[in-house]
């Protein structure tokens, strides 16, 4: 029976679609009419609410596709109403049972095919209707991707089964797994994020070669999955009178339509690492398995990670993407597609390439942005602070419009189409379906969005040269004569006038350009690395004539870019980010410390891309954090990767701490808290790495009677202990335990308490100084604990408190003044600092006590102060010499043994400049000689950093020094040598 006009629900119609709205009542009256259908059809027909009936018209007037199927299959409309399609998509599963019942029945491919797409039509008509009825975008993307990925699977199972008679089945891998094909989701599949009438790019894969099994005949996997891959294809793509399920696009496998349909594990390895290009990098971005053998695609996308991410930040990747938006801008001028909202200017590609650049430049480092979701990574872009907040919401907003947008266009005809319609039928189509009053209006929107979004694309992705606003000025004219010169188009009298006139010392400096202009490095670079050095060099000449002493920056700056002639993305990093050259060279030009380390670790240059964070060093609690959230990115069975990064934050902080110090902006006690604060975040995560590594293989070891578990501490000693470590510093450390003295560890393969602290404090040792790619994290120095090189290399608490109570030396109870747990167990650390604090406040004889503090300082002097040579070159060593910083560090020790006992507040410090404060506050020594030992303990501390990060030894000028000499000697005599004056007030 025809549908009376009643029926249908009263909707504003625009002008333009009166006709349109007329001839779909006409068709679907009709339809109904001239088939004999099942009155329970028609009733599920009229059933519909007004609700309902006006969401009706409005699916049919703007979406033929709906149209075309319900007039074709009214029986849809009742199946959707008793679904609850109509309101919410079904959930994954319930989807995935009722393909499983469809396809049941299917005997033949012609069955398979029908019933799929029959099967696909259902659902879509479910997810139009809720589309164009108010759906968020992001809800209709996951349900078309989650349909895909059904289907994908439905259709492979049904053919494994179905051909598994003929064709035999995959024997299973080495380790016993069985093989099925593996189906990679590409693009806004592997997103999660189809669109209404999406391609799938699809990629197949197996794990391991051999030959099918229980067939009739045996098949090469090879052979096989190349058959099962094409039957898949087939049972999505071909079109029959039933139409098609999903366009399969299969040119994203390695070498494209002329490579292999599938490939096994280890040929996608080594194309990748072989052949694999920039924009293959990209579409594996998106790269996820979607059906098949899902975790085996997983697997394979893991060995393919280090190809798709770079560990370092990785800035060669805009080019690529700028190269490819390039060739798509001349590919839809070149067909007059201006209009084509994904392709075109401000459209929905800009908006992923932005979020991609990100992911591709920084996923390595930040494996966050490891997501295929382009939501998800826009959001994370946030948390990783990459781009403010107000940015990210601002181009989220814009996408869902354009992909709403193409969503109304693709739901008129199923067609995959982003080309906006030239007809007025057509236009107001989309102004409806945008909920827009007329189609200037939807015009005037879409113009606001793209401009908006072609704003932060060129802020991401635009290339630098074309943002020069001087094209013809001076700047102009100054890079066109540093390319000059790098090029050599010069003469050298012309190039030395040129140098000598922006501040070089021409000769040497032109001597020094061209050679390394020359070099074999340059000479035998690749193109696209010699065009990425082409483009940085000016700059580079040019920043560094802007410093203070061009020729010895550019001595500096100039083998740090020979470090990264092979590794390009470097070079790419200075090119795109040309802010970082100035800080680069002024880093370079104050220090050779900071330049070798920069040359040794090019992974450090990423660091001057913040300014805000380079120059501002983090507090304890922030390094924690933020060592933290990088080893929370590392597998815990990946001790290569740990080493790595532990390594590379280790450098970054310092890098931060010595570039923040060279600015200016770091008094000297706040450098040493600052390098302290790193080396002990470093030590508590290598103390957790290593117990970690030992109890999982040995279990835990047994706690002493009355306590919960066995404890660890680690003690600094030294500059550790004093909080005063320096650029080059080794740790001195000392390892104790508290466990049950004959107790064994819990595990499986248990040893000996002892046996596991020596092997975790030999494992701690290791993790420190083993030389991995970016160097080692410390070197250690454990000649401090009880009995020195002789002595076991951990020791329990008691045998600790034993030895220092017995057998220690006067110069060990002199160590224990700087002394102090680092890491480890706060109750043992407690108890080991009452230890301490027991040992220094014993009564000595000060007498007898100054004679030996005396006689060992005169030795050092003898066998660490400087030279005849070197003292009639006016020369002083800061630390060893007579007048020097150790005097300083001895008089305090003095101090502190001699006088603790009577004075608890020297106890409670192990700093020297705190232990001063406390000696003069307490009068024990004069105000006015503690700020003068001060000033000279700030000026050597302050002079040895200096020399530090020159790469400058500890001689120095005598008579820079000679007042603070003077007043150190002075003291040194009345205290420690008071022959011929009174001692210190020892009494």
């Not at 790469?951 to 150190?968: M, N, P, Q, W, Y």
Request: with cysteine.
């Amino acid at each position: 029976m025809p549908l009376p006009e009643s029926w249908f629900a009263e909707i504003d119609v625009p002008v333009a679609l009166e006709s349109a709205w007329r001839e779909a009542r006409q068709r679907l009256s009709e339809g109904l009419a001239a088939t004999t259908i099942d009155p329970a059809i028609i009733d599920g027909w009229l059933s519909l609410n007004d609700t309902r009936r006006r969401e009706f018209s409005r699916l049919v007037l703007l979406s033929d596709f709906a149209l075309d199927a319900l007039t074709t299959r009214p029986a849809l409309l009742p199946t959707l109403i008793e679904s609850g399609e109509l309101e919410a998509a079904p959930s994954r599963a319930q989807i995935e049972a009722s393909l499983h019942q469809a396809l049941a029945p299917a005997d033949s491919e012609e069955t398979l095919h029908r019933t799929l797409r029959r099967f696909r039509q259902a659902r879509m008509v479910g997810i139009v209707w809720r589309d164009l009825n108010g759906a968020e975008m992001w809800t209709t993307a996951r349900a078309v991707s989650e349909l895909a990925e059904i289907c994908l699977e439905g259709a492979l199972g049904w053919l494994e089964g179905h051909f598994a008679a003929r064709w035999g089945i995959p024997a299973p891998r080495a380790d016993g797994t069985a093989q099925r094909l593996i189906v990679l989701g590409m693009g806004k599949l592997g997103a999660g994020e189809l669109n209404l009438s999406s391609d799938i790019d699809l990629i197949f894969a197996f794990a391991e070669k051999g030959t099918t099994r229980g067939g009739e005949r045996e098949y090469e996997h090879q052979q096989y999955f190349t058959k099962l891959g094409q039957k898949l294809i087939a049972a999505l793509d071909a079109i029959t009178a039933d139409g098609f399920v999903f366009r399969v696009d299969m040119r994203l496998r390695p070498l494209g339509d002329g490579g292999p349909l599938v490939g096994s594990f280890n040929t996608f390895t080594s194309y990748y690492q072989d052949q694999g290009r920039e924009w293959e990098r990209y579409a594996m971005l998106k790269a996820r398995p979607v059906a098949g053998d899902l975790d085996a695609g997983h697997e394979l996308l893991d060995e393919l990670k280090p190809f798709i991410y770079r560990k370092y930040l990785d800035f060669g990747a805009i080019e690529s993407l700028r190269d490819m938006k390039a060739m798509i801008h001349r590919e839809v001028k070149r067909l007059g597609r201006d209009d084509n909202i994904k392709l075109g200017r401000g459209g929905i590609r800009e908006v992923e390439f932005v979020v991609q650049a990100f992911q591709l430049i920084r996923g390595g480092r930040d494996t966050e942005l490891q997501v295929t979701s382009l939501r998800e990574a826009m959001a994370r872009l946030v948390t990783l602070e990459l781009l403010p907040q107000s940015v990210v919401d601002e181009l989220q907003e814009d996408y869902a419009f354009l992909r709403d947008l193409e969503h109304a266009l693709q739901a008129q005809q199923d067609r995959q189409t982003q080309q906006l319609p030239n007809d007025p039928e057509n236009q107001a189509r989309l102004a409806m379906a945008m909920q827009m009053p007329d189609w200037d209006a939807l015009k005037a929107a879409l113009s606001a969005c793209r401009e908006r979004v072609r704003r932060h694309f060129d802020a991401v992705v635009a290339d630098p040269d074309d943002e020069s606003q001087a094209p013809a000025g001076e700047s102009s004219q100054n890079d066109a004569v540093w390319r000059q010169l790098w090029h050599g188009e010069m003469d050298d009298a012309e190039a030395e006038r040129v140098m000598a006139a922006a501040g070089y010392e021409p000769p040497e400096a032109l001597r020094r350009l061209k050679t390394f202009r020359d070099s074999r490095g340059v000479q035998s670079m690749q193109r696209i690395g010699y065009e990425r050095l082409d483009a940085v060099m000016p700059m580079l000449l040019e920043s560094v004539a802007d410093s203070e002493t061009p020729t010895t920056a550019l001595e500096r700056v100039l083998p740090l870019i020979e470090a990264v002639l092979r590794r390009t993305a470097y070079l790419s990093l200075l090119r795109e980010n040309p802010q970082v050259l100035p800080s680069l060279v002024r880093l370079c030009a104050a220090s050779p410390w900071i330049a070798e380390q920069l040359a040794r670790h090019p992974i450090l240059l990423d660091e001057l891309l913040t300014p805000a964070t380079l120059y501002s060093p983090a507090d304890k609690q922030r390094l924690a954090d933020e060592l933290r959230q990088t080893l929370a990115r590392i597998p815990e069975d990946d001790e290569e990767g740990w080493l790595e990064a532990m390594r590379v934050f280790k450098q970054t902080q310092v890098l931060r701490v010595a570039a923040s110090d060279i600015a200016g902006g770091r008094v000297l006690m706040k450098v040493s808290d600052y390098l302290t604060a790193i080396a002990e975040v470093v030590l508590d995560s290598v103390l957790q790495m290593a117990w970690r590594s030992l109890s999982a293989r040995y279990g835990q070891p047994e706690p002493r009677e009355g306590a919960d578990r066995a404890a660890f501490l680690i003690v600094g000693y030294g500059k550790l202990g004093g909080i005063e470590l320096g650029y080059g510093s080794d740790l001195d450390l000392v390892f104790l335990y508290d466990a049950a003295p004959r107790g064994v560890t819990d595990g499986a393969k248990s040893i000996d308490n002892l046996v596991f602290f020596t092997r975790l404090g030999q494992r701690i040792i290791h993790l420190l100084s083993v030389t991995t790619p970016s160097g080692t994290l410390y070197e250690v120095d454990m000649r401090l604990r009880p009995s020195g090189n002789a002595g076991l290399l951990v020791s329990s608490l008691q045998a600790f408190a034993e030895y220092q109570r017995k057998d220690a030396w006067i110069w060990e109870h002199q160590a224990l003044v700087r002394a102090r747990a680092v890491a480890g167990n706060d109750e043992l650390a407690t108890r080991f600092e009452a230890i301490r604090r027991e040992m220094l406040a014993r009564e000595r004889d000060c007498a007898e006590l100054r004679q030996e503090v005396v006689r060992m300082r005169l030795k050092m002097r003898e066998h660490l102060g400087s030279g005849g040579e070197a003292r009639e070159a006016g020369q002083f060593h800061l630390k060893q010499d007579a007048g020097g910083l150790v005097d300083i560090e001895f008089m305090n020790q003095y101090a502190v043994l001699a006088l603790s006992s009577r004075t608890p507040a020297l106890l409670e410090v192990t700093d020297n400049m705190r232990l001063m404060d406390a000696l003069a506050e307490s009068g024990r020594l004069p105000e006015q000689d503690a700020r003068n030992l001060q000033a000279a303990y700030l000026a050597y501390r302050d002079a040895s950093h200096r020399a530090s990060l020159a790469k400058r030894g500890s001689l120095v000028s005598a008579e820079t020094f000679a007042d603070h000499r003077a007043h150190i000697l002075a003291l040194w005599q009345r205290w420690m040598q008071p022959e011929t004056e009174s001692g210190a007030n020892d009494q």
